[in-house]
């Protein structure tokens, strides 16, 4: 497990490829390594690798299969690619993000990039699979970074978070720029709760869902809108 707090940036060192299986070589901070043993956990720009050998007080390997070549951004790496890196989190560990498990849900292109001050915003888009488990002032993953989304945009498809000074120092995220592609873990927890009531509610309603949600279609609104905020809340006029 993983708290979102990116300990380090990190540079890609050396690649090398054989039957299927990607190498990186990685060289981290000073003191990064410490403690780090073979097997050991590594999330590099969220993408939990196991660490396969350890080449010096600052460089490690790992190998990535072709499954995760495919769903993240480690496909994109080159030699010098700027990398977030947190090591597992020990029992006790305080989280000072949120609990996240370096397992990638997909990965995004940005859309846009605005800066207000120090502040930076970042609007990417969402598959459409993932849009209902998104929403305003729930945590995100981004390139592991445990995030807060500012504001989302279910129809269209897009979320957006805000980058404080200290974040944009401390990860690789500053850099960023539109068309580039970041990794993007939900949170866990969330997802839980919103198939959950999902379910239950497809059970309940039986062929009615498809009309229910056709209704709330024309006013700007999905169905898990719907089951997450209190019914106050919904725009005036909205009838069910």
Known sequence: MFTGIVQGVAQIAAIRDR???RSFEIDFPNGFVDGLDVGGSVSIDGVCLTATEILSPK?????????????TT??????????????????????????????????TEIEVVSEVGGNKAVRVRVP?????????????????????????NKLDG?????????????TNLD?????????????????????????TITEA??????????????????LEDILTQPLALMPAGTAL
Not at 175 to 188: Q, S
Not at 206 to 219: H, M, T, V
């Open 59 to 71: 460089r490690v390997s790992f190998d990535v299969i072709l499954q995760s070549l495919s769903v």
């Open 205 to 222: 309603l039986g062929n009615l869902k498809p009309a229910l949600e056709g209704l709330l279609a024309e006013r700007g609104l999905i």
């Open 158 to 170: 897009w979320f957006e978070v805000w980058l404080i000074p200290e974040t944009r120092r401390a």
């Open 19 to 21: 039957a299927s299986i």
């Open 74 to 107: 480690l496909s994109e790496f080159s030699v010098g690619t700027v990398v977030n890196a947190e090591r597992a989190a020990k029992d006790g560990a305080e989280i000072g993000g949120h609990p996240l498990s370096g397992h990638v849900d997909f990965s």
């Open 128 to 152: 459409e699979a993932f849009r209902r488990y998104i929403f305003p002032k729930g945590y995100i993953a981004v390139n592991g970074a445990s995030l807060t989304v500012s504001e989302c």
């Open 175 to 199: 850099g960023k720029a539109v068309g580039d592609r970041l990794n993007i873990e939900i949170e866990r927890g969330t997802q839980v709760i919103v198939d959950t009531v999902r379910d």
